[in-house]
Nanobody, 120 residues
Framework: QVQLVESGGGLVQPGGSLRLSCAAS????????IGWSRQAPGKEREGISC????????YYADSVKGRFTISRDNAKNTVYLQMNSLKPEDTAVYYC?????????????WGQGTQVTVSS
């Protein structure tokens, strides 16, 4: 069964850090571009980061550039999103997704999401 499972969300104070994990089962992440998106209440889903399978190149939305870092550990079949200097506006449900075509805007599989809340 193909599955993506996010973890690592939670409540953090402004300025704090969290590391989200996206673990795959039923397929090998090596061959997929992996992206992170988020959706805040009342807002559309926003693609915030992506890492290529072919050359490891990365993409970041302006809203997170310089604060978030995406990485992959193929041995663990897991992709991470390190989030630093968190702001209240980063509060959202965060989703990871996988693209076999190595595209950062067309995903084949999605996780169920993990809640991140940034608040004092």
């Amino acid at each position: 069964q193909v599955q993506l499972v996010e973890s690592g969300g939670g409540l953090v104070q402004p300025g704090g850090s969290l590391r989200l994990s996206c673990a795959a089962s039923g397929f090998t992440l090596d061959y997929y571009a992996i992206g992170w998106s988020r959706q805040a209440p009342g807002k559309e889903r926003e693609g915030i980061s992506c890492i290529s399978s072919s050359d490891g190149s990365t993409y970041y939305a302006d809203s997170v550039k310089g604060r978030f870092t995406i990485s992959r550990d193929n041995a663990k079949n897991t992709v991470y999103l390190q989030m630093n200097s968190l702001k209240p506006e980063d509060t959202a449900v965060y989703y990871c997704a996988a693209s076999i075509a190595d595209l950062c805007d067309a995903y084949d599989y999605w996780g169920q999401g993990t809640q991140v809340t940034v608040s004092s």
